[in-house]
């Protein structure tokens, strides 16, 4: 609308305003309500659960009392299921006939709080009631009874606010009541006021979008207008008939041939966890199916996409008749399993490996479950896309890759919305950002209008993909936004919108734009950069638990192989769904309420506790139970490089180096082996790291390594997802500590900052520098790096991420850049000149960021820092409170030093007693790494081997085994055959293959048959 300011200080309207604000009263006020034009009043009675969820069957048997409208309900978390009996009057029209509910909800969000699922006596569902989809059918006239589950989820998030809330765990939320009842009533449809209704609501949304002097928006808004004229406001349905007749010419003018096509498909973004538990995401999940399968009966045109196999698999454990007509939905093609993976995991942050399971058992479930295999991975809202997923996607068979986060950019805009990402290995798949930039769309005007301001190709392009429908506990798609759906088909002043399915319109994509614009490298999101360090438990327990996984399959299947032992793939599997359910992209990131953190490091623990006892009984089958006292120490090396001279892979004598004794000299400690020499001193700072054999320093001249900075944290919005740059420039040095002294094989130092407290070990070993943290961290909005400044010439870094690793600038030239001020890397970073560098390995943290600037000197140094602990206060107020351990590693090499020193920081070797045991595996060549070590998803018994070439460099190698197989097979991560060309000759026992810069390459051994 147009708004001039009259001398008077009054705001002047302009006419289609002024009309506009007639329309909108009238519908608002007369059309609205007039939707029901009669009800009928129910008996209600409930039983209140005091607790956690309880099945329909144990619920149905409880003592229901009999409740009121205006009752209040619902303490937060709980559950109170109401028993509803009514009658459905024989004059009405089955399509007319609804149970209506309100349960107090808020008209602000159409999910994030209370719902409910409606039962028929039976126990099967009905439907859902949501904020804005609150409705029951009752289609058999006569006497009624449904039970109605309702869910006292409380409002945890006020949509830009982020006050500390005690809500987000059980123990502090509270007992007050969160909702009043305020309404459950049998109600008659006015069909032809609720159609007026849906033809009002697509050309309203059309006024404020279309050129503000254009025919067509003074055509609809004349047309809304002598709507209002002819209808009665005193008798809505009697003229309804009459109003659409008003609105019809308007509606029947066909949009221009070359209209943006909106390729519409019905959705739910269902956070697996976030601001509720698992739990309530499993009746979630249930409720948005209960809709879907409700809407599908409306219209054969409908298709409803859904991700993450876990939810099917909770759907199916849950709600099993449920899951039979989804079952049958997926084969009449009205559902599409989506994304092949098994959540929508965050992609920064899990390993190669588990990003690798994450499409096996997503996929493998579809396949089995479903019989389909999607074609798309299906990521919307994901905090961040790493460079390695293009080969991983690809090599799981997907094709296609949708988001819309990175229109979350606070600084720059991906230049295009259909084209080819690139991966660091050059692979490359078809991808599209949705220019509606939203994955909850009502297909209203603003969305529609946005999708075609905001698409890159249009001019050469016209197909783009329209997610529609509520996510998070708002329903899914609604029959309100059929209806929109249907007006805009082909619709003048809006894009054309058909009902489709994700293939389809991948297809129409692809073949419209043969020659489409390549992006290379990782989609790095300018938001939320706090995500790679918030829950340091969380991100602990994943890192933990992912090399727990490596250790646990790569003894099982050497002992299932050379001892015949039995292969715990029912257990491992168990395993990874815990660890991959928590990829999810709100838990490993650390955003989510303090409950379900909680439920994470519980099940990591669970998960430490199977691993450790499957790989004890996988060890003792291969070394003996190495009870005899005269037998040699030896350590299992489950890393893919030799340690020590224990064989990668293999368990062997472990002569393990001692740590340097500290000297005292000139009030400061020397730690010092035959490779590097490092001086501590008494601020507990690192003022000289020597290497020897180079003879070159470290820390450039005038500066001190080591060093933790404590900085503000205090985030403009979103909390535990962001850090702000601004926020650095306030902050200090710990450099007074408590204490600083020598212990027999480390130098030992202790900060106290108010109630919190950092240990630091301090130690040189095997020519390496070890700092060992040990951290009672009682902060509020800080932020904890540790900074090593370094003297070398470098415009670029090297961060490990999945499967090799990513160069990024390091300067500020551009705005991108400068952005770019908190990066991920995983076991390592890496940054040097041609012929010399320093690597800095962890054991767990994400965090970090590396910047040339200006040393004392005035030449140019890299500021190399990691990002150990925040404490964020929303949604989890007590994020990051207690105990953390860390471990730093830092030593001068290049990029072969780094993935070493990464690997025995993830893969320390484990202390063993009894016979030694030669590798299953061996590879040649240092540059091609396994990364993981199975059995076949198939049971086949079949020897299964990842590898991917860790340089970035062209490498050859020789696989080697210690056993015979039938024969040897490239295949992709689901283990089929792809006659990939970098197997280039097989002999017995050996396989000579030449990896392209970071390729990776499953191998496939299959196990000798026996005869018949
Ligand atoms: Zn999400």
Redesign the pocket.
């Known amino acids: 609308m147009t708004v001039d300011q009259n001398p008077h200080g009054r705001v002047r309207l302009d006419s289609i305003a002024l009309a506009m604000q007639r329309v909108r009263r009238f519908t608002r006020f007369r059309l609205a309500p007039a939707v029901y034009s009669e009800t009928r009043p129910v008996e209600v009675s409930a039983w209140v659960v005091g607790g956690e969820p309880v099945p329909f069957d144990e619920a149905r048997g409880q003592r229901f009392e009999p409740v009121e409208m205006g009752m209040p309900w619902g303490r937060p978390w709980d559950t109170v299921w109401f028993d509803v009996r009514g009658v459905a009057p024989t004059a009405w029209a089955p399509e007319e006939t609804e149970l209506v509910v309100d349960l107090g909800f808020t008209a602000e969000q159409p999910g994030f709080q209370a719902e409910a699922t409606a039962y028929r006596p039976d126990g099967s569902i009905v439907k859902a009631i949501e904020p804005l989809n609150a409705w029951v059918p009752l289609p058999q006239h006569g006497p009624f009874r449904l039970l109605i589950e309702a869910a006292a989820n409380p409002v945890v998030q006020v949509p830009h606010e982020y006050e500390p809330t005690l809500l987000g765990d059980l123990r502090t939320s509270g007992d007050e009541p969160h909702y009043t009842l305020r309404r459950i009533e049998v109600a008659r449809r006015d069909i032809v006021v609720w159609e007026l209704l849906q033809d009002v609501s697509a050309l309203d949304g059309l006024v404020d979008v279309l050129p503000p002097d254009g025919m067509r928006r003074a055509a609809i808004v004349s047309a809304l207008e002598r709507m209002v004229d002819i209808m009665d406001p005193d008798d809505v349905p009697g003229t309804a008939a009459q109003g659409r007749e008003a609105l019809a010419p308007v509606l029947s003018t066909k949009a221009p041939a070359g209209a943006l096509r909106v390729a519409a498909v019905g959705h739910a973004?269902?956070?697996c966890a976030?601001l509720w538990p698992t739990r309530e995401t499993e009746r979630k999940v249930a409720r948005t199916f209960a809709n879907v399968l409700d809407l599908i009966e409306r219209d054969p045109e409908f298709v409803f996409a859904a991700s993450s196999a876990q939810q099917y698999a909770w759907l199916k454990e849950r709600q099993p008749g449920l899951y039979a007509r989804v079952r049958d939905a997926v084969a009449a093609g009205r559902i599409r399993p989506v994304g092949g993976m098994w959540v929508?995991s965050d992609t920064n942050m899990p390993g190669g490996e588990a990003l690798a399971r994450q499409f096996v058992l997503g996929k493998r479930f579809f396949l089995e479950e479903f019989g389909v295999e999607s074609d798309e991975v299906w990521l919307?809202?994901?905090f961040g896309y790493t460079a390695s997923l293009p080969q991983i996607a690809t090599a799981a068979g997907a094709r296609y890759f949708v988001t819309q986060k990175p229109s979350w950019n606070e600084t720059n805009a991906i230049p295009y919305s259909t084209f080819l990402w690139e991966g660091i290995d050059g692979s490359r798949i078809f991808t599209h950002l949705p220019p509606a930039e939203t994955?909850n769309s009502d297909l209203d005007g603003p969305d529609l209008a946005r999708a075609e301001r905001n698409f890159s190709e249009k001019g050469v392009a016209r197909e783009v993909l329209g997610l529609f429908g509520w996510?998070?506990g708002g329903g899914g798609p609604t029959r309100e936004m059929l209806a929109m759906a249907a007006r805009k088909a082909d619709l003048d002043g809006s894009p054309r919108v058909r009902l489709t399915d994700p293939t389809s319109f991948f297809t129409a994509a692809e073949a419209e734009l043969p020659a489409p614009p390549v992006w290379v490298g990782e989609m790095y999101l300018e938001l939320h950069r706090g995500a790679l360090v918030s829950q340091q438990k969380t991100k602990r327990g994943n890192r933990h638990s992912e090399a727990l996984l490596r250790q646990a399959e790569l003894w099982a299947a050497t002992a299932a192989i050379l001892k015949g032992a039995a292969y715990p793939a029912a257990q491992l599997e168990d395993a990874w769904r815990t660890v991959l359910l928590q990829q999810f992209?709100?838990i490993l990131p650390g955003t989510a309420i303090a409950w379900v953190h909680q439920d994470a490091e519980a099940g990591y623990a669970r998960v430490e506790s199977l691993l450790e006892e499957l790989i004890e009984t996988a060890l003792a089958a291969l070394t003996g139970d190495g009870d005899s006292d005269d037998e040699v120490p030896l350590a299992a090396n489950a890393g893919p490089l030799a340690q020590h001279g224990v064989p990668a892979m293999g368990i062997g004598p472990a002569p393990v180096p001692a740590p340097a004794a500290p000297r005292a000299k000139d009030g400061a400690w020397v730690l010092e082996d035959d490779r590097l020499r490092v001086v501590v001193d008494d601020r507990g700072a690192l003022v000289s790291i020597r290497d020897l054999v180079a003879g070159r320093e470290v820390l450039p001249e005038g500066t001190a390594g080591g060093v933790l900075q404590l900085l503000r944290d205090t985030p403009r919005e979103w909390d535990a997802w962001d850090i702000n740059e601004e926020d650095q420039r306030s902050g200090r040095e710990l450099l007074e500590p408590a204490w600083v002294r020598g212990d027999s094989d480390a130098v030992v130092v202790r900060h106290e900052i108010g109630k919190s407290a950092v240990d630091v070990r301090i130690s040189v070993v095997d020519g390496h520098l070890d700092l060992a943290f040990d951290i009672d961290w009682q902060e509020s909005q800080k932020l904890l790096k540790l900074a090593f400044p370094i003297d070398v010439r470098a415009d670029r870094a090297a961060s490990e991420l999945q499967f090799g690793h990513l160069h990024r600038p390091i300067h500020r030239n551009t705005s991108w850049d400068t952005a770019r001020f908190e990066t991920v890397a995983h076991r390592w970073i890496h940054v040097g000149e041609p012929s010399w560098g320093v690597a800095i390995a962890n054991d767990v943290v994400y965090g970090h960021d590396l910047r040339t600037i200006a040393a004392p000197s005035g030449r140019p140094m890299v500021m190399a820092r990691l990002s150990l602990l925040r404490a964020p206060r929303y949604p989890d107020p007590s994020a990051d409170q207690g105990r953390h351990s860390f471990t730093v590693s830092l030593r001068p090499g290049g990029i072969p030093e780094a993935v070493a020193d990464g690997y025995r920081q993830h893969l320390p070797l484990r202390a063993r007693h009894g016979a030694p045991v030669a590798p299953l595996v061996a590879v040649s060549n240092p540059a091609v790494v396994v990364e993981a070590v199975k059995l076949a998803e198939d049971g086949s018994g079949d020897l299964v081997l990842r590898l991917y070439e860790a340089h970035g460099d062209r490498s050859p190698a020789a696989v080697t085994t210690s056993v015979d197989w039938d024969a040897v097979e490239a295949t992709d991560l689901l283990e089929r055959p792809t006659g990939d060309s970098a197997v280039q000759r097989v002999e017995p026992r050996r396989v000579e293959v030449t990896l392209r810069p970071f390729e990776l390459l499953t191998l496939r051994f299959r196990a000798p048959r026996a005869a018949a």
């Open positions: 973004h269902i956070d976030w929508e919307p809202d994901s994955y996510g998070d992209h709100d």
